[in-house]
């Protein structure tokens, strides 16, 4: 349906000093919309009795009343301006709820909402009716805060009830939004020039004291912890009363406290948001009045939190006085002194106090110190959506909440860690109720405040979590190791889809039945766990422009507790473990604010059955999760542990910095060699990049996995050397190449001390094979091991070293090796039992009969022309292709890995000459 309007008022003017504000952010970093969107919704009692008729001809009448309602911002002449239409037609949603619809208003206002809105070409506002039983229960609007703000939303409302009941109104509208700019461009100039006076000689005061990067951030890098709390509703409207200010006051007090015990400097730069309403005229005005106001606290002589309060009070009063400015002249001003406008801000504090008036004198409360700290126990905290942009890197903002106050911090996690959110809260929570009866010195953090941070997932919305203390005893902060600048190269520098990046290596413990484990000895276990291995309680920050690993000494790990509904179903609780680490390793790791593990315990009958664990690879490598298994299995059944850890990430950084450095020379200088007049095997385009590009294939065979234990046995080398030699084989064999590149994943444990190591020390190495006198598959099993082993004992360097090294002889580090196959072998244990007689030909090609294909989920990105990946399988081994299908066609793949397939069958029975391929490879494929 279509509400349409007439009224008075139609014409340009020039932005508001607001709507210049948000236009340039819009333009510079794209719509905020579901953060900047204002919802409201007006409820219609039964009895009020409004027909459809009734409640379309209302919002038509309350869009021609507010000429603001019916603007919308155009560039003219390459400027923005905003337009007043004189008629027109309100586009309204109409839905139909059940009750008294307040369901189906959340959800329209929901629709609604989260859509931007098309500022030159849609009205401000969004409408929905509710109907129940034919008649408007419900009526939401969404405003658009570019035309009005939180006020004059509230005054819209208003007229818009009276309109319902009424059907009109004889008092006049206040100033609309184009009656405000042309007095900002007008008379107000003056106090504009006030106003950004002000700003300077308040901001020359500070120190000049840019922000140290303390970590790469997430993504997105502000997140947004919510605190919902009617303790401190109560605590600040005591503090209120006692000393004769506004609620506001003290709740920016607090947060003031909160932001700057820990500096040392004795001023402090704070940004409240200013209404702008002080002036009768501005009071009923319909439009976007807010602006950002500036002033400086002074910290000196540590005052205890009562003359903070009065500091901070006397100083937001000037901060406000001197909030109304023209934003391109306060731009101006700083710039012609020498400061970057768009950075200046971002070391102190922003505040905004989004509560609405309600009227009346506010009653003190009549609360005990006792109920005062019972309602401090009904507090809750969570996260909502982070952002991409502020100005700052500290943010509040305060709303109503039905149980109480809403406090939100955002945080840039550039420069805060994410788990210092939680506990700044409750720590201002704590400030003010401690506040409310007592006097608090300097520096106002009470003891105790502070709860030991958290990290980590919950698993999920029905799961019990509970958390595992852990005491380490080593808290400190190291340059990464060289395997895990590697993995974060991996991690984020290359544009590879989520599901690849999240590099997560899940792990299961079965717990027997007769351990009898109970979920608090669990927890202990996981807990000694920790504060065993530094490198389990390690996250990333960034430390003098370098990226570094940090060690807590003290935190708690969450862990979920997942009980089996029903045993006879998962009697070991094997399923549930399943579908857990399904869960568990979704999600990217964060690694500014998580720890490096994730864990889960599923119960059956109360008692611990399955330990699930997602580690991620930036911390530990496949054989240092092994070690970690093995010592929680330890600490499970026996409770502690007497042998000491081998070493950690710490340890490794350290040793990588003093004695390995020669031997990461010796490796690149080996590189270098090793790829001089080295040809690719995938350098040219074979076709244009089809739509799925990065295609994935699996085969499953019991006939590589047999094959390849005869032919290692028999030739004394590992199988892993065998599935090298035919992926080489199957990669040149009909390209007649006289020699071939292998880039191989070498896990650097034969370094004294690495082998009970618990780090991430896996890296690339490089296989060189000469092929150029057409060997037989036995000689080029030779070749493969001497290769792979002069390959593994150069796989141990330092990452940037090596990228300088080849930045310098004109390659693109990122890229030049992806014309390379890349084999990552990644079973867990390859050369277990070999059986040096095993099955004979005949048993082999009836497996090879029965290996089974299939095309697994694409990628959108990914860094290789072509991986080959072995897996483990039951009886089995799984043998993956990664291919960009550019350089390594779709059809390509299936017989490819067929025809490794054929080749090691035909070479556990005897040699097989050059070119490697038996014909019945091809029947085989098909």
């Known amino acids: 349906m279509h509400a349409e309007f007439s009224g008075a008022g139609a014409g340009t003017a020039p932005l508001t000093w607001a709507q210049q504000v948000f236009w340039r952010s819009i333009t510079r970093f794209g719509s905020n919309h579901r953060f900047l969107n204002l919802r409201r ?14 409640a379309i001809r209302a919002v038509g009448a309350l869009v021609s009343r507010h000429a603001s309602l019916r603007t919308r911002l155009s560039v003219v002449d390459g400027e923005p301006h905003q337009e007043t239409a004189a008629t027109g037609a309100l586009p309204l949603l109409l839905c139909v709820g059940t009750g008294d619809g307040a369901q189906a208003a959340r959800e329209a206002a929901g629709r609604l909402g989260d859509v931007a809105f098309d500022h030159t070409a849609e009205w401000p506002l969004r409408v929905a009716l509710v109907t129940v039983d034919d008649r ?45 700019a042309r007095l900002q461009h007008g008379a107000d100039r003056r106090r504009s020039e006030r106003a950004v006076a002000h700003w300077l000689r308040e901001f020359q005061r500070l120190p000049r004291s840019p922000l140290t990067p303390a970590g790469p951030g997430l993504d997105p890098p502000l997140r947004r912890g919510v605190l919902v709390s009617s303790a401190v509703d109560t605590a600040a409207r005591l503090i209120a009363a006692r000393h004769r200010v506004s609620v506001s006051a003290v709740l920016l007090a607090g947060f003031q406290a909160l932001a700057a015990g820990g500096s040392e400097g004795a001023l402090s730069g704070l940004f409240p948001m200013a209404h702008n309403r002080f002036r009768a005229e501005h009071a009923k005005a319909i439009a976007n009045l807010g602006q950002i106001g500036f002033c400086v606290v002074d910290l000196t002589g540590r005052p205890d939190f009562a003359e903070l309060l009065s500091r901070v009070w006397a100083a937001s009063l000037n901060g406000l006085r001197h909030a109304y400015y023209a934003p391109p002249a306060l731009r101006q001003a700083f710039e012609e002194q020498g400061i970057e406008f768009d950075s200046a801000f971002l070391p102190y504090h ?28 009904r507090s809750t905290f969570s996260w909502t959506a982070g952002l991409h942009q502020a100005s700052w890197h500290l943010l509040t903002h305060v709303v109503d909440e039905p149980t109480g106050i809403g406090i939100t911090l955002t945080a840039d996690t550039r420069h805060l860690a994410m788990d210092t959110v939680e506990p700044f809260l409750r720590g201002l929570e704590e400030l003010l109720v401690k506040a409310a009866f007592d006097e608090v010195p300097w520096p106002w953090s009470p003891a105790g405040a502070t709860p030991t941070p958290t990290a980590g997932p919950v698993t999920t919305d029905s799961d019990e979590v509970a958390y595992a203390p852990f005491q380490g005893g080593r808290a400190a902060s190291a340059p990464l190791t060289w395997g895990q600048r590697a993995m974060w190269r991996t991690v984020e520098e290359f544009e590879s889809p989520a599901a690849y990046r999240v590099l997560s290596l899940p792990r299961t413990l079965a717990v027997p039945a007769r351990a009898d484990v109970a979920v608090p000895q669990a927890l202990r276990a996981v807990g000694a766990l920790v504060a065993r291995h530094a490198s389990l309680r390690t996250r990333f920050r960034r430390r003098d422009q370098e990226l570094h690993q940090e060690v807590a000494a003290a935190g708690q790990l969450p862990v979920g507790v997942h009980a089996v509904p029903r045993p006879a179903d998962d009697p070991d609780g094997r399923g549930a473990a399943a579908a857990l680490t399904a869960r568990l390793r979704e999600s990217r790791f964060e690694h500014v604010a998580e720890w490096p593990l994730r864990v889960a315990l599923v119960t059956v009958d109360d008692r611990v059955r399955q330990v699930v664990v997602v580690f991620s690879h930036a911390t530990v490598d496949f054989h240092a999760t092994e070690i970690v298994l093995r010592d929680l299995r330890a600490l499970l059944l026996r409770g502690s542990l007497d042998t000491p850890p081998g070493l950690q990430s710490l340890d490794l950084a350290a040793r990588e910095r003093s004695v390995e450095l020669r031997r990461s020379n010796r490796a690149v200088a080996y590189w270098v060699r090793q790829l001089s007049g080295l040809a690719p095997s995938l350098s040219d385009p074979v076709g244009p990049a089809p739509a799925a590009r990065y295609r994935r294939g699996s085969l499953v065979s019991a006939a590589v996995h047999h094959a390849a234990q005869v032919i290692a046995a028999r030739h004394r080398v590992s199988t892993s050397n065998v599935l090298l030699a035919a992926t080489a084989a199957g990669l040149t064999a009909d390209r007649g190449q006289d020699s071939c590149g292998v880039v191989v994943m070498a896990n650097n444990r034969f370094q004294p001390g690495h082998d009970d190591a618990v780090g991430t020390l896996n890296q690339i190495g490089l296989c060189r094979l000469d092929l150029a006198d057409r060997p037989g598959f036995a000689e080029l099993l030779s070749r493969a091991r001497r290769a792979a082993l002069n390959a593994y004992r150069h796989a141990y360097y330092d990452p940037a070293g090596w990228e300088r090294t080849f930045t310098e002889l004109g390659h693109d580090h990122k890229t030049f090796l992806a014309g390379y196959c890349y084999l990552n072998d990644a079973r867990l244990s390859p050369d277990a039992d070999p059986d040096p007689a095993g ?46 299908t550019r350089y390594f066609p779709a059809e390509r793949v299936e017989p490819f890995l067929h025809g490794v397939e054929a080749l090691l069958v035909e070479a556990a029975v005897g040699d097989v000459p050059w070119p490697w391929s038996p014909a019945r490879g091809e029947d085989l494929a098909g």
Do not use: K
Request: hydrophobic share 45%; proline share 8%; with cysteine.
């Open 41 to 54: 919704t007006v409820p219609v009692s039964a009895r009020a009795g409004a027909d459809l008729p009734g």
């Open 136 to 180: 408007v229960r419900q009526v939401v609007v969404v405003f658009s805060h570019t035309t009005v703000d939180a006020y004059a939303a509230e005054v819209v409302l208003r007229d818009l009830r009276l309109l319902l009941l009424r059907g009109d109104l004889a008092t006049p509208p206040g100033l609309q939004s184009t009656d405000v």
């Open 350 to 377: 922003y505040f905004n106090d989004v509560r609405l008036p309600v009227g009346g004198i506010d009653p003190v409360p009549e609360v005990s110190r006792s109920e005062l700290r019972a309602a401090m126990t």
């Open 839 to 884: 099955p004979d030909g005949a048993a082999l090609r009836a497996m090879a009969a029965g290996s089974s294909f299939r095309w697994l989920t694409e990628l959108e990105q990914f860094p290789w022309r072509c991986r080959l990946q072995v897996r483990d399988a039951p009886g089995a081994v799984e043998l993956v292709v990664t291919a960009d």
